[in-house]
């Protein structure tokens, strides 16, 4: 069976790719304790196998796109997806934590083919016009996998291991694979002649220097900073400080990343009636608001599982009403180099993402007598960041490269 581009099949590959790599996060989460007390690990050592799997799909960002571009986005996909598997399942067998630190950078290197290629073969299919509605019905759908995994992890977790969390994945992995192996040709249209560090270099420089690129991709990577630093510090904050289960922290996290969801759902109400670009400007006032809302909390002793994750659902919220639209104006400016524009924008989701939990992990080793301090004062620069940078679509002027 073959997965003819723009129908449902394909929508939901598109879906799945998109999904695996925030999966992978998301139910690794609630078993980050465990895997201290398994391996002998202090909670900044464990925080390091996120950080490092951050780093390794920031990194993996850079060459998917142009690969894609060069050989085809279907041969380039197949290779990511084998590595991925076979790492993931490398994983759960790690004897200690200096092991899984380097496999997970490993990991993070294959599970970036599937955000970067699937940005890049929803760009094949659909036209720049399209590209926001699309992306953010797509982003609601693959935010469904991400919702359930800190409570499939917390389930793994205490009724297995932390190590069957990478077993469940490595599976999805396998699957995804051989599903593209079977069903998916080539979509790109517009293979580059060359692949070569010189034209690399002017693609992407020409990218870097149009300001309407980079009010898309900066302020979606400051977002992503501030989602994966409260990922990071969350999980230690409630089970640690507060006593809660793997499992239960599954459950309540489920409201924060319900939190994306109904900003998913809110932006795809707006599209046709807000220009995508206002919506991007005017999203990071979430980020503040919550980052002020639990400042208030705790410095006033509120110390409950809510004063954590309430402003935590009003920071995904807002993130949920940025990733489609700065995805869709970042990868759609360039039909022709949609794998080098989608390299660029993930590595700002994961590079500026590995940013925000390595400043999480700094702040809690310092450690506040108020205990969701930390995590406030690490992301604010962010938010006020975030603010900033969306500021560069404003008058910038119209970008050559869009198509009809």
Request: aromatic share 10%.
């Amino acid at each position: 069976m073959t997965l003819k581009p723009r129908s449902a099949a394909y929508i939901a590959l598109l879906v799945a790719l998109g999904s695996f790599g925030p999966l992978t996060m998301s139910i690794y989460t609630p078993v980050m304790p465990s895997v201290g007390h398994d391996l002998v690990a202090t909670p900044d050592n464990v925080k390091l196998t996120l950080t490092t799997y951050m780093i390794g799909f920031a990194v993996g960002q850079l060459f998917y796109g142009p690969l894609s571009d060069r050989y085809g986005r279907r041969p380039v996909l197949l290779g990511g997806l084998f590595f991925f598997t076979l790492t993931t399942f490398a994983c759960s067998f790690a004897p200690s934590i200096g092991g899984l630190i380097g496999l997970r950078i490993l990991q993070g290197l294959g599970a970036a083919s599937g955000s970067v290629l699937g940005r890049a073969l929803t760009r094949d299919a659909y036209t720049f016009q399209e590209m926001p509605l699309v992306m953010s019905w797509i982003s609601l759908g693959q935010n469904i996998a991400p919702s359930l995994a800190p409570t499939i992890g917390g389930v793994l977790g205490e009724w297995a291991s932390w190590r069957a969390t990478f077993w469940f994945v490595g599976g999805f992995g396998a699957i995804l694979f051989l599903v593209v192996l079977a069903g998916l040709g080539e979509t790109n249209k517009f293979r580059s002649e060359r692949l070569d560090l010189g034209s690399l270099m002017r693609g992407s420089g020409e990218m870097l220097r149009d300001r309407r690129f980079l009010g898309h991709i900066l302020p979606l990577g400051f977002a992503f900073a501030m989602n994966f630093g409260m990922l990071a510090g969350v999980p230690f904050i409630l089970q640690e400080s507060l006593g809660f289960s793997p499992r239960e922290f599954g459950l309540i996290v489920l409201l924060s990343v319900g939190g994306f969801t109904a900003g998913t759902f809110v932006n795809n109400r707006l599209m046709g009636r807000v220009a995508p670009s206002t919506i991007i400007q005017h999203s990071g006032w979430f980020h503040v608001a919550a980052l002020i809302g639990m400042a208030a909390l705790s410095l006033s002793g509120v110390v409950t599982w809510w004063a954590i994750v309430g402003p935590h659902m009003v920071l995904s919220f807002g993130t949920g009403m940025i990733v489609a639209n700065a995805n869709a104006g970042a990868v759609g400016m360039y039909p022709k180099l949609a794998g080098t524009a989608s390299s660029l924008a993930g590595l700002a989701q994961m590079g500026m993402g590995a940013m925000g939990t390595v400043t999480v992990a700094v702040l809690t080793i310092i450690g506040s007598r108020y205990v969701a301090m930390p995590l406030v004062i690490g992301l604010a620069p962010f938010a006020i960041a975030m603010l900033w940078s969306g500021r560069l679509l404003r008058k910038a002027p119209p970008t050559s490269k869009l198509d009809s």
